[in-house]
């Protein structure tokens, strides 16, 4: 005895019929040992030779849905055949003419339809809970699976492969193909290979990128037309040797951040121990071998020890070596930014002492020093969130072209995030997450401004020692910098305006310690090395 799928197998097609049952007018067909199927209301009628297993009773649509009937798509370069293979139809929907896309369930049954009209208006007909791929009922297992972003490209990919291999389409584009292949998790894993073959345009690539991730490692490529929009753009201007080309050369997805060591044979030769961007100070950069971009620094001191006059120099050092800045001072207005950049480059502490230029002097320098580029500023208006902090830095660096970002401090940030999670820990450990990635999706070096806890004993403003345990709410402040630096007190004399740099982790080279000694210029403002005549960097 045969089954029904048996008895197709084994018979040749003969001629289209109407049928009696749903009165269609061609989609009844007659194979020639007598049997007839309708592939509309799905009625088995076997022939005088052959003996079936179970005759199948004829299916009524559901009161919802809609009959059509099967035709060629001519403005498409889309064959009666194929449509007729994927049960895609044209018909009438509430006066209008619309092509009609099939969604069958496991049983063979028409659970719902998706109609387009000429101004591509779609409507879903039936229950949408049921809509799976397009054409996912035609099969079950195979080597490779070619998914597409819609049913007129699928029939497209199908047809150029004379309809022979699983071709299947997302049901509503690539906005929800992610969730589509998700639904068809189950079915996806009866093929070895799955080829995802969306649209050439932005939003295209950009689904299948996501769609991928999403996927079995392994078993994903992405296939990429040549030249041309989508398959059936492909399919009109007779490409479809460029289809199947698509589909053979589609290339193994691998996730963001895995490189073969094939890859980088180029490039292990390049010298990179010293960058060409430094710090103001030499010993600092004999340490760190110099500032690198994808790097967040820590900067940490004790109150009122010099975090922020350190700060403005190593800023004013990057603005004048034509690096471009960003400062989001968040402890001082701006005005006071500025004056003490000014200051730094006319060597007065107009900060402290305003009447130490004249108001020609200041306006000279700030034309000067701003003439051919600018520093970003960030004006908080009051509203200081983690989310605006990090929206305005992302907008200095890929905005503005800022490489060299200062944010200080952490700690007013932090005071702002607000939520059912009141640990500063997790708090500090979200902030830090998030500026951590945010820096290397920029490719940007941020300057984080740190607190420090009190030391057990002498206190940091009495000379006491900066140390990694001593960065204030969380170690994440410390394990996610690639550098962490700390200024402290002359321990002999912590009145003397000199103070001690120290590297206290650097992730680049691992040289950490002593870093030379700076001393603080309480008429010019500027934080110098020591042992250094020259105050301008």
Not at 226 to 255: C, F, H
């Amino acid at each position: 005895m045969l089954s029904i799928q048996e008895t197709h197998n084994e018979s040749a097609f003969v001629m289209h019929v109407s049928c009696e049952s749903c009165g269609s007018k061609d989609n009844a067909a007659i194979y020639d040992d007598g049997h007839t199927y309708c592939f509309g209301c799905q009625l088995f009628t076997p022939g005088d030779d052959v003996e079936v297993v179970a005759a199948t009773k004829p299916k009524k649509l559901h009161k919802d849905l809609i009959q059509g009937e099967y035709a060629d798509l001519v403005a498409r370069s889309i064959r009666e055949d194929t449509c007729r293979k994927y049960d895609y139809q044209v018909g009438e929907y509430q006066g209008r003419p619309v092509q009609i896309e099939n969604y069958r369930d496991d049983n063979g049954e028409i659970r719902v339809q998706k109609t387009r009209d000429k101004d591509k208006n779609f409507t879903v007909l039936g229950d949408s809970i049921h809509m799976c791929l397009f054409g996912q009922h035609l099969w079950t297992t195979g080597k490779k699976l070619v998914v597409t972003e819609g049913a007129i490209d699928a029939l497209s990919v199908s047809q150029a492969q004379h309809n022979k291999w699983p071709v299947v389409s997302v049901p509503n584009g690539a906005q929800s193909a992610k969730k589509a292949l998700m639904k068809a998790w189950d079915f996806l894993g009866g093929f070895e290979e799955i080829i995802l073959m969306f649209d050439s345009d932005e939003a295209g690539q950009k689904a299948a990128l996501e769609c991928a991730e999403s996927l079995p490692v392994g078993k994903c490529k992405i296939a990429k037309l040549s030249g041309y929009k989508d398959p059936n753009e492909a399919l009109q201007a007779g490409g479809e040797a460029e289809i199947v080309n698509a589909i053979w050369r589609a290339k193994d997805w691998r996730p963001d951040g895995i490189v073969s060591t094939t890859e980088l044979r180029s490039s292990i030769t390049d010298a990179d121990e010293h960058s060409t961007i430094t710090y103001p100070y030499p010993k600092l950069n004999e340490l760190t071998r110099g500032i690198r971009p994808s790097t967040l620094v820590t900067i940490c001191a004790g109150s009122g020890v010099g975090k922020s006059t350190l700060v403005t120099e190593i800023a004013y050092h990057l603005h004048r070596h034509d690096q471009k800045v960003g400062m989001l001072m968040l402890e001082e207005q701006n005005k006071r930014t500025v004056r003490g950049l000014i200051g730094l480059h006319i060597d007065k502490n107009i900060v402290q002492d305003y009447e130490a230029a004249s108001k020609e002097e200041v306006l000279e320098a700030h034309d000067e020093l701003f003439e051919t580029q600018e520093i970003q500023l960030f004006d908080s208006k009051g509203s200081i969130s983690l989310d605006i902090v990090i929206n305005r830095i992302q907008y200095m660096a890929k905005a503005m072209g800022c490489t060299h970002v200062f944010l200080d401090h952490l700690s007013i940030v932090v005071s702002s995030m607000t939520g059912k999670v009141t640990d500063e820990r997790r708090l500090i450990d979200d902030a830090m997450t998030r500026l951590r990635t945010m820096v290397q999706e920029l490719d940007i070096t941020l300057f984080l401004v740190s607190h420090l806890t009190r030391p057990q004993g002498k206190g940091h403003e009495a000379g006491g020692k900066v140390e990694l345990s001593q960065l204030r709410g969380s170690h994440a402040i410390a394990q996610l910098a690639d550098q962490c630096l700390g200024l402290q007190m002359d321990a002999e004399d912590p009145t003397n305006d000199c103070r001690d740099l120290v590297v206290l982790k650097n992730r680049f080279t691992g040289q950490v310690g002593w870093a030379g000694r700076l001393k603080y210029n309480r008429e010019s403002g500027r934080l110098i090395d020591a042992d250094s005549d020259n105050s301008r960097f």
